[in-house]
């Protein structure tokens, strides 16, 4: 590999005017040289000032009719000329040695993507700060690395879509992502270049930070999807789901049963259940605010626990009891909807 390899960086869109301002200067003041690298926006028929934008960043702006993620990233990778291949997202800003930082990893031919943590920045909502630390919490990611801060490289089964980098000779032999997938393209993508026999890396200097999503409506929005999506992917290949994701879809039915049971049964035990459920909301609004030093940011800790459990199940379920349709449209181009 060259010293510094030609990288395109591919980023699907759609109504970011508000927010991709700060990702596009992220990206013109990458520590890598300005004619090894190029910023392509797929944008998929924004109806705001996102085109202009992008044309005044002096990124490559590429218009897309579908709406999907998948799409953006299809059609991105189309015209993409890089030897190494970077995803990310509108909501991001990119640390200034993100890709610079990646390519020591991929002198070893095993590895095939690598991609680092999504911080929550600094400037962000008590809400935002909520959800980050939350998802940084083991216990509520499910074995993903999504939103985890680790402390070292770490060899993983998915690394995040909104920080994924990849060699070229890896992704193309997946190219294009199957455009049926609802919200979980990247795991997918991931699965795909490790059946190949590469290893994903997840490499702590390679990060970037990341907006969460600024309210309890659109968060729940996020969490429903991916529990859609986990069940549509786990459809497709049985070894893409796990029984963590199927016992929290399943979550809401099993605590209505569980519930109604025990006050019928055993009322008192019921009364135990609510207060140990209560403990460990209290529990994770003490941690919350330990960590953030924010007594706003940590109150609302638990309601966000609350939304990640009923949205994902409330997702999975809703997948289960009435599958999205083959065809159906299904998300915005941008996974900042």
Known sequence: ??????????????????????????????????????????????????????????????????????AGRNEGFKIARGEIIAFSDADCVMDKDWIKNSLKYFKDPTVGGVGGPNLTPEDETDFGQAVGFVIDRAIFSAGSIYGRVLPRVKEVVSIPGCNMIFKREALQKVMPLDETIYGGEDFATNQQVRALGYRLLYTPDTFVWHYRRPTPKRFFKQMFRYGVSRLIIGKKNRHWINFVHIAAGLGIPLLVVVSVALILIKPLW????????????????????????????????????????????????????????????????????
Not at 30 to 39: C, G, Q, S, T
Not at 298 to 304: F, R, T
């Open 1 to 70: 590999m060259n010293e510094y390899p030609f990288v395109s960086i591919v980023i699907p869109v759609r109504n970011v005017a508000g927010i991709i301002g700060q990702c596009l200067a992220s990206l013109n003041n990458l520590n890598y040289p300005k004619d090894r690298y190029e910023v392509i926006i797929a944008d998929s028929e924004s109806t705001d000032q996102t085109p202009t934008l992008v044309r005044q960043a002096g990124a490559i702006y590429l218009s897309t009719a579908k709406r999907s993620v998948c």
């Open 270 to 337: 019921f009364l135990f259940l609510v207060a140990l459920g209560l403990l460990f909301l209290a529990f994770y609004f003490f941690l919350a605010w330990l960590k953030l030093r924010s007594a706003k940011a940590a109150v609302l800790a638990p309601y966000v626990i609350i939304i990640l459990f009923l949205s994902w199940s409330l997702g999975f379920m809703k997948e289960l009891i009435d599958p999205i349709k083959e065809g159906e449209e299904k998300t915005s181009a941008s996974p900042t909807a």
